[in-house]
T-cell receptor
Framework: GEDVEQSLFLSVREGDSSVINCTYT??????LYWYKQEPGAGLQLLTY?????DMKQDQRLTVLLNKKDKHLSLRIADTQTGDSAIYFC???????????FGTGTKLQVIP | DTGVSQDPRHKITKRGQNVTFRCDPI?????LYWYRQTLGQGPEFLTY????????KSRLLSDRFSAERPKGSFSTLEIQRTEQGDSAMYLC?????????????FGQGTRLTVV
């Protein structure tokens, strides 16, 4: 079945850029997503990219998609302490917005 | 509309008891999903409704689990004879099948602890 993999942990200093990486196995995805989950809170959609795009920029967020290698990344510029959270990569390989999530990357921002 | 609402937020139950959770989706959304998230993992798909029809169930959804969406609005997820392994966060999400829609909106979840 579909598999979405992420590294478990990333630590960066405030003001630096963060890059969170993800690999996926199913090439039939239409959209790929990045969700943010803060302690005690629900999942918040940060951004998404359509599968025929290579890059999408949204303020401090840049998403890069390499379809050939099935690799997705999220870059957060000027990382702030409020960015500390778990970030999930996900895709809709199941269709009808049914989402397959990665294991999540915990981002720790050091002041 | 305040988004997807789930009730209760927390539930502690003894092993062997039945529990029921409720999800109220965003009012104009015809699609509704249940996910389960265990500690340190990403959410895993459980089941999906379009209107009142349950169109897909994951193999994770054992016979002790049942979900309903009787009028195509709110949904309930019942777990019978709970086991300690059922302890998890149960997330509900909703979306619209409209052409331009790309996003499922998630509720804050119901955290179940089976003791």
């Amino acid at each position: 079945g579909e598999d979405v993999e992420q590294s478990l942990f990333l630590s960066v200093r405030e003001g630096d850029s963060s890059v969170i990486n993800c690999t996926y196995t199913d090439s039939s995805s239409t959209y790929l997503y990045w969700y943010k989950q803060e302690p005690g809170a629900g999942l918040q959609l940060l951004t998404y990219i359509f599968s025929n795009m290579d890059m999408k920029q949204d303020q401090r967020l840049t998403v890069l998609l390499n379809k050939k290698d099935k690799h997705l990344s999220l870059r957060i510029a000027d990382t702030q302490t409020g960015d500390s959270a778990i970030y999930f990569c996900a895709d809709d390989s199941g269709g009808y917005q049914k989402v397959t999530f990665g294991t999540g990357t915990k981002l720790q921002v050091i002041p | 509309d305040t988004g997807v609402s789930q009730d209760p937020r927390h539930k502690i139950t003894k092993r062997g008891q039945n529990v029921t959770f409720r999800c109220d989706p965003i009012s104009e959304h015809n699609r509704l999903y249940w996910y389960r998230q265990t500690l340190g993992q990403g959410p895993e798909f459980l089941t999906y409704f379009q209107n009142e029809a349950q169109l897909e169930k994951s193999r994770l959804l054992s016979d002790r689990f049942s979900a309903e969406r009787p009028k195509g609005s709110f949904s309930t997820l019942e777990i019978q004879r709970t086991e300690q392994g059922d302890s998890a966060m149960y997330l509900c999400a909703s979306s619209s099948s409209g052409h331009s829609n790309t996003e499922a909106f998630f509720g804050q979840g119901t955290r179940l602890t089976v003791v």
